[in-house]
């Protein structure tokens, strides 16, 4: 057997498109006459539970013993063998997914929460839906099932934006009579950056026989960074689109009446440096969570699943290369010039009830759930001085009458954002047997998302207009009185533009989908049907320094 085979296996099954099942060794097939025949993997894409060799539906499965083999843990890990998926990111957490290439759009991360449409493409912890704009929900495969994919439209028995498809993060349940548990580690050099080392461990105990067992599992990844914040200085230059507004010398550019002479830098304007934030693999992530889940078997028809989930993301730095530094001199690869600190820090917790039961040949099933995600992000916005308006912001020309002379303040800023997202969702579905010819399904949902996002811009460095302060100034900003904000105090000095948004949205929705087996496991005929009410709200304040 050749030293790869098992992952070239693994990798070919994936882009293959079938299903993915535990590989086997090649020369497994003389010790075991049934080795060669296809791993049954069941998933629950029809919210049934089936074969996967007999849905009749685009799917992906990526199983734990997959996820295992080629050694992914996060989406950005494991997107890279999904056909037809791709997501342009700014970093973990920070994407927004394309399926077959249909997707509500790309925009910038910041204010994502306020601006960005809503996600085409659905994220689900299980039966709980995690869409946030601009944000996937990045959910670290320790003890996962699988993983399924599901392309195309998925919006009969999938809501929570799924006209595109629908990833679902799988976990696994509480095992009855079953005392088990595991340990793993590892450890590994990113190329061109810093060590990584990840440690998972899992437990199953049976409390009662028969009647009760608990699962958990807890995780600590850490990813070693790979680009390097090196040395540079940005110095303000006369082809800097906005010097106009420091007007030096008086009367220049092409705004002047009559237009002047181009524009250059004030004396003043001294270039500031990255030396104290400069060094190698600024951008390490950390993943660390946690997951209990509880299955009471009530009787022989009815059960119980509770579950609770913590997650903790902190990526440090960015995940991007600049291929100039602030003053134009070329870099090498995997590095930027950045002159503040930078971060994304991602949590969230999700508290999720399953009642699983019968009434006669009908099977029932009602799941709710809680998700809670808060965000905090700091980024690096120096560069932006370089743009058409950011001057405005920086610099001021002369006022003799005042003592004022062309002024331009330091070029060194960042934004910022906070978001606070949280979903409610209940669901209740009736179904007929998996075995029956003529198959059905009926069912109700209700969801309701809730978005608060801040973001601020702070690229404003002039000083702050005061009662004693009234030239070379601009003010501080503030929400109107009475706006719905989550902050309705002034913003700091440094703020030149910030959004303060309350968004969301409840939906209700009824949906029936109905299977009958032309040709049992050869040809089925599917059909369903999707009612849906939708009410999307936003309220806020957008406001600029004037």
Known sequence: MQPHSKLSCAIAAVLGGGALGHPIPANSAAENPAADQIQEITVTAQRRTENIQNVPIAIQALTSETLAQLNVATFDDFIKYLPNV???????????????????????????????????????????????????????????????????????????????????YITNKPKMNLTEGSVTAGYGVTAGGDPNSDLVAVINLPLMADTLAVRAVIYDDQRGGYINNVPATFTRKASDLGIGFANYPTGCGANSDPPGPPCQVPPSAAPINNYNLAQRAINPVTYKGIRASALWDINSDWNALISQSYQSMDAEGVFYQMPNASDGAPLPNQSVTLFNNSFNKDKFENTALTINGRFGDLKAVYTGAYLVRNVSQIQDYTNYARGVYADYYQCHGAEPTKGLTSTCYSPSTTWNETEHNSHQSHEFRLSTPDDWRFRGIVGAFWEQLKIEDQLNWLYKTLPACTVTVTAGCLTDVAPAPGTTVSNPNTRNDNTAYFNDVHRGYKQLAFFTSLDFDIIPKVLTVTGGTRYYHFDNTEKGANTGSL
């Open 86 to 168: 791709t997501a342009p990111t700014a970093g973990p957490g920070q994407a927004q997914i394309f399926m077959r290439g249909l997707s509500a759009g790309s925009n910038g991360t910041q204010s994502g929460g306020s601006i960005t449409g809503f996600p085409n493409v659905a994220i689900y912890l299980d039966d709980q839906s995690g869409q946030l704009p601009g944000r996937n929900l990045d959910v670290y495969a320790a003890d996962l099932e699988r993983v399924e994919v599901l392309e195309g439209p998925q919006g009969t028995l999938f809501g929570a934006g799924a006209q595109a498809g629908v990833i679902r």
